[in-house]
């Protein structure tokens, strides 16, 4: 069984919500902008690299929201073959410092926007919902 590790952040700016747009291998939804945790990198150090490369901003990660825990049958994956995978997703609040809003390239999402919390697109993963519930907002 493969792991993959990565950390999230839950941006909020009032009463609206930053969400990317995961794209890859002909599935995509909105979800919280984060990714993979390189090799020994700090999971704070990875969530702040994923939101600027996926959003353009330089973000703060601010207080630990929790870690969901899903095994993905091997049927799922892209490639079945490949086996269950366990995925460990760290969600942590976070906070825009700055920068400017700006689309990923080359990369596993293709578009990040802002969308009101009353609004929320339909199309997104389910650790969007996941971290609205850790963030006390679902």
Same mark, same amino acid.
């Given at each position: *069984? ?11 700016? +009032?009463?609206? *919500?930053?969400?990317? !747009?995961?794209? /890859?291998?002909? #599935?995509? +939804?909105?979800?919280?902008?984060? $990714?993979?945790?390189?090799? +020994?990198?700090?999971? &704070?150090?990875?969530?702040? #690299?994923?939101?600027? /490369?996926?959003?353009?901003? @330089? ?9 969901? =825990?899903?095994?993905?049958? @091997?049927?799922? #994956?892209?490639?079945?073959?490949? $086996?269950?995978? !366990? ?5 942590? #609040?976070?906070? &825009?410092?700055? $920068? ?6 080359? $990369? ?9 919390? =009353? @609004? ?13 519930? *850790? @963030?006390?907002?679902?």
């Amino acid at each position: *069984m493969d792991i993959r590790i990565a950390a999230y952040g839950v941006i909020l700016d +009032g009463d609206r *919500m930053l969400l990317a !747009h995961w794209n /890859e291998g002909g #599935r995509s +939804g909105w979800t919280l902008p984060g $990714g993979g945790i390189d090799p +020994g990198e700090d999971p &704070v150090d990875a969530v702040v #690299r994923e939101i600027a /490369e996926e959003t353009g901003y @330089a973000a703060r990660a601010d207080e630990l929201l929790g870690i969901d =825990s899903k095994v993905i049958p @091997a049927e799922a #994956r892209f490639v079945p073959e490949a $086996g269950p995978l !366990h995925a460990l997703r760290i969600v942590y #609040r976070a906070a &825009v410092l700055g $920068g400017t809003l700006t689309n990923e390239r080359d $990369g596993s999402t293709d578009e990040a926007r802002w969308f009101p919390l =009353s @609004a929320l697109p339909n199309r997104r993963v389910e650790l969007v919902d996941i971290a609205l519930g *850790m @963030a006390g907002l679902a």
